[in-house]
């Protein structure tokens, strides 16, 4: 499976709070999409959407109009993928212009180590892992449990 980055600079029309970045920058891909007959049947189903985007770049609490921003979009559908590559890079609204477009393959990177901000409480019929277990059955366990949900 390829990943692929989308790498977007845009313009910014009006003042935004870091508050309203991302339902701001949402709104603005759904906008390009639904333009397209076939990617407007992808936005209203069900089913996974297998791209996501993160937020401004240069990250700030407010973000002031008349300035240039970066985002970016992550995608392993090759049909999104060329679709956004031909009809996004000077698309526009009243929030944002696109001014350049830039896509790269993301390199399969094996995970090494794991860090997790939450913390993880993991129990079993003996009570805490760290008890009655080892580490090998704590690391067993986790990587079942990050199977299952994924």
């Not at 300035?67 to 590559?85: A, Q, S, V, W």
């Amino acid at each position: 499976m390829k990943v692929y980055e989308l790498n977007i600079k845009t313009y910014l029309f009006k003042n935004l709070d870091k508050t309203q970045v991302n339902e701001e920058l949402s709104k603005f891909i759904i906008e390009c999409l639904c333009e397209d007959q076939e990617f407007l049947k992808y936005h209203k189903s069900k089913d996974y959407k297998f791209y996501t985007h993160d937020s401004l770049i240069p990250i700030k609490d407010y973000y002031e109009k008349d300035n240039l921003y970066n985002f970016r979009i992550r995608t392993i559908d090759e049909n999104l993928l060329k679709y956004l590559k031909n009809n996004f890079s000077k698309y526009f609204n009243d929030t944002f212009q696109n001014l350049k477009l830039d896509i790269k393959e993301i390199k399969k990177i094996p995970i090494k180590t794991l860090y997790t901000l939450q913390p993880i409480v993991m129990k079993n019929d003996d009570g805490y892992w760290a008890k009655n277990n080892d580490l090998n059955f704590f690391e067993e366990r986790l990587k079942i449990n990050l199977i299952k949900k994924y």
